[in-house]
């Protein structure tokens, strides 16, 4: 099957973007919205001047048509008269090339130019690639059928959302979602959205795609999820939409072969068979994947099985903390809340401003570079389609804005930053998350570890509300935080032992509507042995 040419976006040069990957973040996806701006406004110029060369030369047109008509009705006695004999020559000689010079002017150079300026900053085939996988990772982990995309519904949104923003998936998007997957061999996502461009075209809605198209990728995506039945009738429909399709009359005898044989197999065993229904969301298992806790993880992004007994709740306080009397904090101390009682985890609010929120993400913005992990078995830095971000680093010394954060966060947690990572500021894109994982090293071999230790806490600072999604989720524990906008929550990764804490692997849930930006500080071990002594038991 043959792959449509791809759509591509614009960005704005404006902004220092180095690398593709634009959907990562929405930080730079939202230049795209001004750029494209830009090009429309370029376009209807280019429209403009095409329609006022038309109109000139409409007018030439109608000009002479009336002179010619009385030249030829008698064309001796119209030259008998020297001023028309002299305007023929004239015409001719110099008025035809004013006319063909106008007529051969181009006046799309300029808009040419302009896209041409900008396209070396255009998106690629992986980010629109990228961007739908983002739509299918938000579909699983938030149960959304293909229905719900297609007209703009998303949880977290008003009842006019889509018509509001015109949020809407065509046919041809569907059908270009649909390609995505199926090309990836995942016939799973292929049938949810090749369904939904089928359901959108039997309903009168026109595309580019054919049906016959759609009908061939989905019955063989069908067969592939192992619903041969199903997968016979479509190409039935198939066949008889088009039957001289290169492949529906070979597959259709091999569906028919095999259901047959299928059909034999369940009279003998004194089986039924199963009645067919529509294809919806729940018709086919999701496959499982490489994640042991996929199922619990999801649910608690939902806000599902969140483990917060009233016997728990009873335990959670909230207090001032002035950092042991620190001068500081001592006239506005900073508020604390207890977001979970074991492990602990303490939420802080009004831990940024927002002017200082503001100017961390201006500082941060020309930066951002696709988020990388460690690979467990070289522990080299690369990118990893289980974390999608973009992020920047920022030194204390390049903005007193950023040291009076870092000192802000020594002062809460009684923890020197002096060992600390620099601060490290992250935006989510399109699905945007990062799956469960460990903020402590599980590899002795790590050269940071000899130098500062490993990362005894994280102190994580929310910088944004988030409509829809986005939680800090804890699977091992049941826990789901919320991100507030100017609140930062605090947690220790390793115990008083130095041993890491495995229940504080945790997870960004896919940002499903909305724009997330937090920055992170990970406090290291060295420098804080008189701060946090270390205790006598490997679990204190």
Not at 102 to 115: E, R
Not at 426 to 454: C, I, M, T, W
């Amino acid at each position: 099957m043959q792959i449509l040419a791809v759509t591509v976006w614009t960005t704005c040069c404006i902004c220092c973007i180095v690398e593709a990957e634009i959907f990562t973040s929405i930080g730079q996806m939202t230049d795209l919205i001004f750029i494209e701006r830009e090009v429309v406004q370029s376009l209807k110029e280019y429209i403009q001047a095409e329609e006022s060369k038309l109109a000139a030369v409409k007018r030439w047109a109608n000009k002479l048509e009336v002179l010619t008509h009385a030249s030829t009705s008698d064309p001796e006695g119209f030259l008998a008269h020297p001023v028309n004999a002299y305007k023929l020559m004239k015409r001719l000689n110099t008025e035809w090339s004013e006319l063909e010079s106008l007529v051969l002017n181009d006046p799309s150079h300029g808009f040419i130019s302009n896209i041409s300026v900008h396209r070396q900053y255009f998106p690629d085939e992986e980010d629109e690639k990228g961007a739908a996988k983002a739509l299918m990772r938000l579909q699983d982990t938030y149960n959304l059928d293909s229905e719900s995309f297609s007209k703009g519904k998303l949880p977290g949104q008003g009842q006019n959302s889509g018509v509001r923003y015109n949020a809407f998936l065509t046919v041809d998007d569907c059908f270009d979602m649909g390609k995505t997957a199926y090309n990836e061999q995942d016939y799973y996502h292929a049938v949810l959205w090749m369904q939904q461009a089928l359901r959108q075209m039997d309903a009168g809605e026109e595309a580019k795609a054919s049906k016959a198209d759609i009908l061939d990728y989905l019955s063989y995506s069908v067969y592939q999820m192992g619903d041969l039945q199903r997968a016979t009738e479509l190409t039935r429909r198939l066949v008889s939409i088009d039957p001289s399709h290169q492949r529906a009359g070979g597959n259709l005898r091999y569906f028919e072969r095999l259901l047959a044989k299928e059909i034999r197999e369940m009279v003998r065993n004194k089986q039924d068979l199963a009645k067919e229904k529509p294809i919806q969301l729940g018709t086919y298992e999701r496959p499982r994947d490489y994640l042991p806790e996929r199922e619990i993880y999801e649910a608690l992004c939902r806000g599902e099985g969140v483990k917060m007994t009233p016997k728990r709740r009873s335990k959670l306080f909230c207090r001032y903390r002035d950092g042991n009397r620190n001068p500081r904090l001592l006239l506005k101390p900073m508020k604390e809340e207890d977001e979970w009682d074991n492990p602990h985890i303490v939420r802080y609010l009004e831990a940024l401003s927002d002017e200082e929120i503001e100017k961390i993400k201006e500082l941060a913005k020309p930066r951002l570079a696709r988020a990388t992990v460690r690979d467990p078995k070289t522990g080299v830095l690369t990118t990893a389609h289980y974390r999608v971000s973009k992020s920047a680093w920022l030194e204390g010394d390049e903005d007193p804005v950023i040291a009076r954060v870092n000192q802000r966060i020594e002062d809460v947690t009684g923890l020197t930053v002096d060992t600390a990572e620099l601060l490290q500021v992250a935006n989510y894109g399109v699905g945007g998350q990062y799956e469960p994982h460990f903020d402590f090293s599980r590899r002795p071999f790590d050269s940071n570890l000899k130098v500062d230790g490993n990362r005894l806490a994280t102190y994580l600072n929310y910088m944004s509300d988030v409509e829809a999604g986005g939680a800090t989720v804890f699977p091992d524990f049941g826990a789901a935080i919320w991100p507030r906008k100017g609140t930062a929550v605090f947690w220790y990764n390793l115990f008083r032992s130095g041993e890491g804490d495995y229940r504080t692997r945790h997870a960004a849930c896919p940002v499903l509507v909305g724009s997330k930006w937090v920055s992170n500080k990970w406090i290291h071990e060295r420098g804080q042995e008189f701060r946090r002594p270390c205790g006598l038991t490997e679990v204190d």
